[in-house]
């Protein structure tokens, strides 16, 4: 199975693409969509779109994975999460991919073990979980890892719990 986790942001979308055969993991692909900073949100919106669909197309993931937004403080982060979140979840379902969503508590509890890890924490976890030489950079395409591995652990209860709910 291919699984494409990402880590939503209108500045920069993290992404990683795992590849899942029962317990061993691999990661085929991971870095960062960048967008202009300054430039309208509408435009970086569309960059973020355009991008997505064609890393979508060449890899041609089993599901993506996206975490979930978390509201902090601050309104004006979690409105253009948001704004990304949609971007991202309209692109996957155009293409046909299936979407699966997790908090950062679920992330972070299935690749360390605690639900309060700290990004380090998650990196290192990413890197021995991937068997990778480096901790991936930047951040969000760690995260964007863990992600995946999440759904990779956690995919056969998520869907059991999506079919519930029809």
Same mark, same amino acid.
Do not use: G, T, Y
């Given at each position: 199975m291919l699984i494409l986790g990402i880590d939503p942001g209108t500045g920069i979308t993290g992404y990683g693409l795992i590849s899942a055969e029962g317990n061993r993991l691999r990661a085929e692909d991971y870095g960062v969509i960048r967008t202009k900073v300054g430039e309208e949100t509408s435009?970086?919106?569309? %960059?973020?779109?355009?991008?997505?669909? !064609?890393? *979508?197309?060449?890899?041609?993931?089993?599901?993506? @994975?996206v975490e979930q937004l978390f509201f902090n403080t601050n309104v004006t982060t979690a409105l253009a999460v948001g704004q990304a979140r949609g971007v991202i979840l309209l692109t996957a379902a155009q293409a046909g991919v299936s979407v699966a969503e997790y908090t950062p508590l679920q992330v972070k509890q299935t690749v360390t073990g605690q639900g309060r890890a700290t990004k380090q924490q998650v990196g290192f976890? %990413?890197?021995?979980?991937?068997?990778? !030489?480096? *901790?991936?950079?930047?951040?969000?395409?760690?995260? @964007?890892?863990a992600i995946a591995i999440c759904h990779a652990h956690m995919g056969a209860s998520y869907v059991s719990r999506a079919q519930g709910a029809k």
């Open positions: 435009q970086r919106l569309c %960059v973020l779109h355009d991008s997505l669909n !064609e890393l *979508i197309e060449k890899a041609k993931p089993d599901v993506v @994975a976890m %990413v890197k021995a979980l991937l068997n990778l !030489e480096a *901790i991936p950079r930047p951040d969000d395409a760690s995260d @964007a890892l």
